[in-house]
């Protein structure tokens, strides 16, 4: 329902992001039991104890929904649990296809709600997100006012859905959560009704509970409500409205219960729409004493619904002011109602997994779910089932969804996911490769009914899966080496070190949490501060590679270098670098390379061995490794000791110098010259880095063809993330230029050609027609890589009639369609004739594209709303505001740069007539003001009033205005804001300066209420809180008197 963070679902809970208190284990805040005081769910859970169940109630009439209650049980002490699955087996109940239906058909057939399809989990227009988390985040247009009047949500008044949720990543973490307890979930459905301007209180409630009582069948002696008691401190008045709503339904007062801001009142961020809430939570048996125990996490007492009432708006400054619209914004996390109707206390009982954890028992021959819960070998199996249950489910709909496996922001979030299902799958349930991508058919068979998406590729879906799991299977064996080696060298009160944790997740892709999961298994700690330390180093060297900087590590020194090359010590074969191919499947392989130590280096001096711990110099007889060069960052990876493939060395930097590549690694254990190594590169990073690659040299060709033949590169960066191009030109690109470059662009890439190759004598390679070359010095013999035609073939020095010809020593696909997509997201003058292009490629470009557009639709919404003059002051300052914020997300997000350009002159206009109609609008305000203080004030020389509900400006204003009507006279005027705060604005008659300066006036009277003052001698504004302006009006007053 309301935007809660990005951590793990808490199986559907609907709660707000304003505190969140973590336990190791279970989340406090807003604990999918309800807890929001902070309370651990532990304290209420006897080891090995039972909540009975009270009687069902009276048999429902035909054709509705009937929970049956009485099997649910709670034990989650000491690594042993009742065997959930096994109640479960004996449970009746509707599927949760036909919950979820009935909570559609009512809405729709009975309460005139019009249905609405889930959105896809990929944000639409909303960078503060990694993924759809909640319900309403398709609605935030409506909800926010923002949405485009032409368009077909615009009429929507009443709407339900069932929502595609995940939460896992981004602030709120708690992926690893997922699979230790029964209820934590990364993917979930959040049903939903909303209001736009339509019903409120009295009706969502009366809905909510008709639903769940008569509809589903839950008896009301089991169901408890919450409502906003209140905040004096926020000058917020308790929900009564929402509290005689309930007890007219019928429910007794003992259960309608009143707490705070932290439980009842929710919030969609630092500023918007916000508003009490109510949440209706059910009874799995707790029984007498309950209703003392909601909302201090009493696992036996889970919220089931929140229903919010946004009747405010919270502005830049923390007040708050009425909305013109009232909504309603429901939610309800459907695994967490099907276990309810289902008759269990775990969602993993329930039909929306037990088909999975078949699937998972017959596909790894583990003995069959039994839903223990603890760190006992029996329940660590069953924490793998829950983990692949709900990870394939999280996998197979993001990858419908278009959203794959990365290296960075969703995609990097989802490949934590994807790994830490195999690690499970490996090590835990030791099944053989392949289970995770063959739970997919089972996701599709429970949820392809409701999210007909999920059927369209499933192949595609299992391919991508199983091409993750075997990537990671082998980098999981040999890391799971590493940390037993570790923790067999280590004293027992000696934390895991930081630099082979973060050796594991730089050089074997793991996760840092997961690693945190296998040290948890073994009671070890992790150093986090040294962790820290070395994520801090990292994200350096990362800023400083993007800008296409040199590393900060030194190459060799001329004397070291003389040193090698007197010992004879021969240059550094690097021609396995290109040694990779491409299977007729389309995927690429890297094979690892085997190498002897020739030289080590620390500091200055050639060394015959480096010791634990150090960072030192590696040079080899020969590399598969490419050193950074032609603009090509270097690759990523590790060595290992043959024979000794437990003991890693990070690749920290490849550079060539020299004639040598030089291998700059972290040293484990002692390495010393003769030693044979391993050495494996970072096959993504590699091949992210190919591709950004090929896609200059197509890029650049696309510039020739658009520019000009005279166009000249005049440098590249190219890293795995995105690429950079300095070219020659005239001025600045157009518009119409950046659409010609783009379509060249997408014409080159469709034709999927060969990247050809050859190693030539430079004097015969610039002999080549229509070569392209840059300032560089070329080695020779020199690489020679053409696009679409043999090297040896010859080319038109005419750049229309070839794709690309270049002298050019980088890696690069063997065929160009891989790219799949460019897209330029920024360009700049670097200086005069310079411009500095910088794109994107793949999965990457086309989520570019798709939040270009949606902004482009959140422009035109704004545009068309503010065709019309706002009604009141209030009203155009929020306006303005408004396309503040929209233009910052414009600024900062990864869109086509034409598109960026286009939006942001529409917004700058926009916000010149948005500025003007606040100016006019102020102005007349503080010309009706002033004339009601100087009615009431006649001819005073010295004047302190209140003017309430003012803006400083309008003050500011008004005070100017005074000096012009009354030059002799001096005023402070001060307003009463929300919160308490109260701001002022004085000025001081040009007789008076000198003993009353403005800015010690309102200095010594906002010092007075606890705040600060600035201006000068004329003119001065400040603020302070208090609540007594009485008394702040008599302060004012005796300090300007005292000083006439």
């Given amino acids: 329902m309301g935007l809660i ?74 690594g042993r649990s009742f065997s959930s699955a096994a109640a479960a087996a004996t449970t009746t109940g509707p599927s949760a296809a036909s919950v979820r239906d009935t909570f559609l058909r009512f809405f729709t057939e009975q309460q005139q709600h019009r249905e609405v399809r889930s959105a896809p989990v990929i944000p639409r227009a909303d960078p503060s997100l990694l993924f ?120 007794p007062s003992e259960r309608v219960l009143p707490f705070g801001l932290d439980c009842n009142f929710w919030e969609m961020g630092e500023t918007g729409p916000c508003g009490p809430c109510t949440e209706i939570h059910y009874d799995h048996g707790v029984g007498e004493g ?98 692949l249950a709900d990870h394939a489910r999280a996998l197979t709909v993001c990858i419908a969804d278009g959203l794959y496996p990365g290296m960075s922001g969703a995609p990097l979030v989802l490949r934590r996911i994807l790994r830490r299902a195999v690690r499970f799958s490996a090590e835990v349930l030791h099944a053989p490769a392949g289970l995770l991508a063959s739970l997919v058919p089972s996701v599709v068979e429970t949820l392809g009914a409701a999210y007909p998406e999920l059927k369209q590729d499933t192949s595609q879906i299992m391919d991508v899966i199983e091409e993750g799991e075997t990537a990671f299977l082998s980098s999981l064996v040999r890391g799971r080496r590493v940390i037993d080696r570790t923790l067999r060298k280590m004293g027992d009160r000696e934390r895991f070190p930081a630099d082979v944790a973060w050796s594991l997740h730089r050089s074997l892709g793991f996760p840092l949490d997961l690693v945190g999961l296998m040290l948890d298994e073994k009671a070890v700690t992790m150093d986090t501060e040294g962790l820290e330390r070395l994520a801090k180093e990292e994200a350096e060297h990362s800023r400083g590679a993007a800008m296409g900087e040199a590393g900060a590590e030194p190459e060799l020194d001329p004397h070291t270098l003389s040193e090698l090359h007197r010992a004879r010590v021969p240059p550094t074969d690097d021609s396995p670098k290109y040694a990779y191919t491409l299977d007729a499947h389309g995927k690429y392989a890297f094979p690892s390379g085997r190498a002897m130590v020739l030289a080590l280096s620390l500091g200055r001096s050639l060394v015959q061995e480096v010791g634990p711990g150090q960072r030192g110099f590696v040079i080899l007889d020969r590399t598969n490794f490419y050193s950074e060069q032609g603009g090509q960052s270097c690759d990523q990876g590790f060595l290992v000791r043959e024979g000794q493939q437990d003991v890693v060395l990070p690749e920290l930097d490849v550079r060539g110098a020299g004639g040598f590549v030089v291998h700059r690694v972290l040293v484990p254990e002692c390495l010393r010259v003769g030693d044979r190594l391993e050495l494996f590169v970072d096959q993504a990073q590699r091949l992210g880095c190919m591709v950004k690659h090929t896609a200059t040299h197509l890029l650049m060709a696309a510039l020739c063809r658009v520019l000009g033949p005279r166009t000249q590169q005049r440098g590249s960066h190219v890293a795995a993330q995105r690429l950079r191009l300095d070219v020659s030109v005239k001025g600045p690109l157009t518009d119409g230029q950046l659409a010609e470059l783009d379509a060249a662009v997408q014409a080159l890439i469709g034709r999927d050609e060969e990247v050809h190759t ?75 004739g310079i411009s500095r292009l910088i794109a994107v490629t793949g999965q990457d470009a086309k989520q570019a594209r798709a939040m270009g557009s949606a902004l482009c639709e959140e422009v035109d919404s704004l545009c068309e709303r503010s065709q019309a003059a706002p009604a009141s002051l209030p009203v155009a300052q929020r306006q303005a505001k408004d396309i503040g914020r929209l233009t910052d997300v414009v ?91 109260v701001v002022c604005v004085c000025g001081v008659a040009q007789d008076l300066r ?30 302070g809180n208090s609540s007594n302006l009485e008394e702040v009006i008599q302060m004012a007053l005796q300090y300007a008197r005292s000083r006439m």
């Fill in 5 to 78: 963070g990005q951590g793990a679902s808490l199986g559907g809970s609907s709660r707000r992001p304003r505190r969140l208190l973590v336990h190791r284990q279970y989340q406090r805040w807003r604990s999918p039991h309800g807890s929001c005081r902070g309370t651990s769910s532990t304290a209420s859970i006897k080891d090995g104890g039972a909540h009975t169940a009270a009687a069902a109630g009276p048999r429902p009439p035909p054709g509705v929904l009937r929970v049956r209650p009485g099997v649910g049980v709670w034990a989650l002490g000491r």
């Fill in 290 to 387: 309950a209703a003392a125990q909601v909302n201090t996490g009493n696992p036996g007492l889970v919220e089931l619904w929140n229903l919010v009432f946004m009747q405010y708006h919270r502005e830049a400054d923390s007040s708050l002011q009425p909305l013109p619209r009232f909504s309603v914004d429901t939610g309800m996390g459907l695994e967490r109602l099907v276990a309810v109707l289902q008759g269990t206390t775990s969602n993993y009982d329930t039909d929306l997994f037990t088909p999975l954890l078949d699937t998972i028992h017959q596909r790894s021959g583990a003995r069959r779910y039994s839903g223990l819960v603890g760190s006992s070998p029996d329940a660590s199996l069953d924490t793998a089932y829950r983990v």
């Fill in 758 to 832: 050859a190693e030539l004598p430079l004097h015969q390679a610039l002999q080549i027609t229509g070569l392209r070359k840059t300032n560089e010095v070329y080695l020779d013999p020199v690489r020679v890589v053409s696009i679409g035609a043999h090297v040896e073939q010859p080319h038109s020095s005419d750049c229309t009639q070839h794709t690309s010809v270049e002298l050019c020593c980088g890696t690069h696909l063997l065929r160009t369609g891989l790219i799949q997509d460019l897209v330029i997201v920024s360009e700049r003058q670097l200086a005069k």
């Fill in 891 to 981: 600024d900062g997000a990864t869109v086509p740069q034409r598109e960026r350009r286009q939006l942001q002159q529409r917004l700058r206009a926009l916000q010149r007539v948005a500025n003007t109609r606040v100016r006019r609008l102020e102005d007349q305000a503080a010309a009706v003001q002033l004339r009601v203080v100087l009615a009431q004030s006649p001819d005073q020389m010295l004047l302190v009033d209140m003017i309430p509900g003012q803006p400083v400006t309008v003050l500011g204003k008004m005070v100017k205005l005074l000096s012009v009507e009354r030059p002799h006279c001096s005023v402070m005027l001060l307003s009463s804001q929300p919160g308490g705060k």
């Fill in 132 to 251: 759809v988390n909640a319900g309403m985040n398709q609605f935030k247009p409506l909800i926010l006012g923002s949405v485009d009047p032409r368009s077909e949500m615009a009429g929507y008044r009443r709407v339900v859905n069932s929502q595609k949720c995940v939460r896992a990543g981004g602030k709120h973490n708690d992926l690893e959560d997922v699979g230790r307890d029964l209820y934590h979930h990364t993917f979930f459905e959040m049903l939903g009704n909303w209001s736009f301007g339509d019903f409120f209180k009295e009706e969502a409630c009366s809905m909510a509970w008709e639903l769940l009582t008569e509809k589903y069948g839950i008896p009301p002696d089991r169901l408890y409500v919450t409502y906003f008691g209140g905040d004096p401190g926020a000058g917020l008045p308790a929900d009564s409205e929402t509290r005689d709503v309930w007890l007219s339904l019928g429910l």
């Fill in 994 to 1023: 000198n003993n009353l300066p403005a800015v010690d006036w309102a200095l010594a009277v906002c010092a007075g209420m606890g705040g600060n003052a600035g201006g000068s001698a004329h003119i001065a504004k400040g603020i």
